[in-house]
C-alpha cells in the first residue's frame, strides 16, 4: 500500500528512516468519500492531506517552514486503523524504514514566500493553510534525500 506520511525536515535526519505515526492512504473509506476518481487523483488528493497535516508537525514542532511529505509502500499487513475521529484516509504505521521509501515531496527551500506562507500556517493561519494547497511541492527519488536534507540545512 501506498502511504504519505506527514514530516518535518527533522524527519530526513533519521538514520534509519521514519518514525511511527499517522499516515495517509487511498484506503476504501476514502475512495468512497471522494467518489470514483481513478488511483493517481486519489493519490494527489492523499499527498495534499498529508501536507497540510506536515503544516500541523511543523507548528507543534517548531520545525523549519517547509512542507515534507513521504511516499512509501508498506506491505497492507503493517498499516493499522485509526480511532474514528480520524479522516477517511488515515492510517497508522509503526516505523517505516527509507528502504520502504520511494519519494520525499518538499517546497521549495529557495522560495521565500512559501516559506513565510507555511510560517503563517503553522503558526495557525488559516487563510495562509487554504494557500498552501496552491504551492506544488517538488519531488525528490528517496535516494536524494541526503542531497536534500544539506539543502534544508544552508
Same mark, same amino acid.
Given at each position: 500500500?501506498?502511504?504519505?506520511?506527514?514530516?518535518?525536515?527533522?524527519?530526513?535526519?533519521?538514520?534509519?528512516?521514519?518514525? &511511527?505515526?499517522?499516515?495517509?492512504?487511498?484506503?476504501?473509506?476514502?475512495?468512497?468519500?471522494?467518489?470514483?476518481?481513478?488511483?493517481?487523483?486519489?493519490?494527489?488528493?492523499?499527498?495534499?492531506?498529508?501536507?497540510?497535516?506536515?503544516?500541523?508537525?511543523?507548528? &507543534?514542532?517548531?520545525?523549519? $517552514?517547509?512542507?515534507?511529505?513521504? &511516499? &512509501?509502500?508498506?506491505?497492507?499487513? +503493517?498499516?493499522?486503523?485509526?480511532? +474514528?475521529?480520524?479522516?477517511?484516509?488515515?492510517?497508522?504505521?509503526?516505523?517505516? $524504514?527509507?528502504?520502504?521509501?520511494?519519494?520525499?515531496?518538499?517546497?521549495?527551500?529557495?522560495?521565500?514566500?512559501?516559506?513565510?506562507?507555511?510560517?503563517?500556517?503553522?503558526?495557525?493561519?488559516?487563510?495562509?493553510?487554504?494557500?498552501?494547497?496552491?504551492?506544488?511541492?517538488?519531488?525528490?527519488?528517496?535516494?536524494?534525500?541526503?542531497?536534500?536534507?544539506?539543502?534544508?540545512?544552508?
Amino acid at each position: 500500500m501506498r502511504i504519505f506520511l506527514p514530516a518535518t525536515s527533522a524527519d530526513l535526519d533519521n538514520p534509519d528512516g521514519v518514525g &511511527a505515526r499517522r499516515a495517509h492512504a487511498l484506503t476504501a473509506a476514502w475512495r468512497a468519500a471522494i467518489g470514483d476518481e481513478d488511483p493517481e487523483t486519489g493519490e494527489f488528493a492523499t499527498l495534499l492531506i498529508a501536507a497540510d497535516e506536515s503544516v500541523q508537525r511543523i507548528g &507543534a514542532a517548531g520545525a523549519t $517552514p517547509l512542507r515534507v511529505v513521504i &511516499a &512509501a509502500d508498506i506491505p497492507d499487513a +503493517q498499516v493499522r486503523a485509526p480511532d +474514528q475521529e480520524a479522516p477517511p484516509s488515515a492510517v497508522l504505521v509503526d516505523d517505516v $524504514p527509507w528502504s520502504a521509501v520511494v519519494s520525499i515531496h518538499v517546497d521549495d527551500p529557495d522560495d521565500g514566500e512559501v516559506r513565510d506562507l507555511v510560517a503563517r500556517a503553522a503558526a495557525g493561519d488559516e487563510a495562509a493553510l487554504a494557500g498552501t494547497g496552491d504551492v506544488d511541492l517538488l519531488w525528490y527519488d528517496v535516494t536524494e534525500r541526503g542531497q536534500l536534507r544539506d539543502q534544508l540545512r544552508g
